[in-house]
């Protein structure tokens, strides 16, 4: 089947230069979210790749220029164990932004994993839907990561959650890792305003032409189901990432 989802690809040599255009991307959507509505709602990714960008985003040349207290931070997925462990999507946010920054625990909304999966996925969803009250849930950005597997947040290659068609958080079981985690399902993230993909290196040039370039296949390719309803849709890439796509498209 054709697709028809043309996304925004920033393609920069180096990773150094993704990470530092994706963290002037984001001062710009927080000042301009700031300025129109008082506040920013971010939902972060975790894994490897993000650690540098919350890094940078944390260093002196781009702290001050977020009204951070103005900063609400989510999690677009979260692996099932406590928020100390080395796996843990929070830990690294908590060491590599939310902590040096000094970000309120008020402005922190965590997946609470000392509750069995499913629990701790609905009571998030509650979280998610109290923060913005009688508003349709919108982040203003979703930070997204894409694995060598083409899976984004916890949406993994043939797993029940792809097929969800309610907006929230879902528990999923993951064969390949033997573990559950809970992730924000792909309606809600296609609401949000921006989608803003991170991903550089050359391991993941083949899942990047198969989810940005390839014929659709969302059980096999899951970040495929990444379309914004109405909001818009971010690549950022190093040329290693994009060294697979068509002429024209790098
Ligand atoms: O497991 C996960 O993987 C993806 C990609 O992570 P990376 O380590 O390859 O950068 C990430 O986006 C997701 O949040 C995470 O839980």
Request: aromatic fraction near 10%; glycine fraction near 6%.
């Amino acid at each position: 089947m054709a697709r028809n989802n043309v996304p925004t690809l920033h393609v920069f040599p180096t990773p150094e230069e993704v990470l530092q255009q994706l963290a002037d991307f984001f001062v710009e959507l927080a000042t301009r979210a700031i300025a129109g509505h008082g506040t920013f709602s971010v939902a972060l990714s975790g894994g490897s790749s993000p650690k540098k960008l919350y890094e940078l985003l944390a260093s002196p040349a781009y702290r001050s220029r977020v009204q951070w207290e103005e900063v609400f931070f989510f999690f677009g997925d979260e692996r099932n164990v406590p928020p100390t462990d080395t796996e843990s999507n929070y830990r690294m946010a908590h060491e590599a932004l939310l902590g040096p920054l000094g970000i309120a625990p008020t402005q922190v909304f965590a997946v609470d994993t000392a509750l069995a999966p499913a629990e701790a996925a609905q009571r998030y969803s509650q979280s998610i839907t109290e923060f913005f009250g009688q508003r349709e849930a919108r982040f203003d950005l979703v930070l997204l990561g894409l694995g060598d597997n083409s899976h984004t947040a916890s949406l993994f290659p043939h797993t029940p959650v792809l097929a969800e068609s309610v907006a929230g958080a879902r528990e999923v079981y993951v064969e390949e890792k033997q573990a559950y985690r809970i992730t924000l399902t792909a309606p809600l993230l296609n609401q949000a305003q921006v989608v803003a993909f991170l991903v550089y290196g050359a391991d993941k040039a083949v899942a990047v032409q198969h989810v940005v370039a390839g014929e659709q296949d969302i059980a096999q390719f899951p970040a495929q189901l990444i379309a914004p309803t109405s909001g818009q849709l971010h690549w950022f890439l190093d040329d290693a990432a994009a060294s697979l796509l068509p002429a024209g498209r790098q």
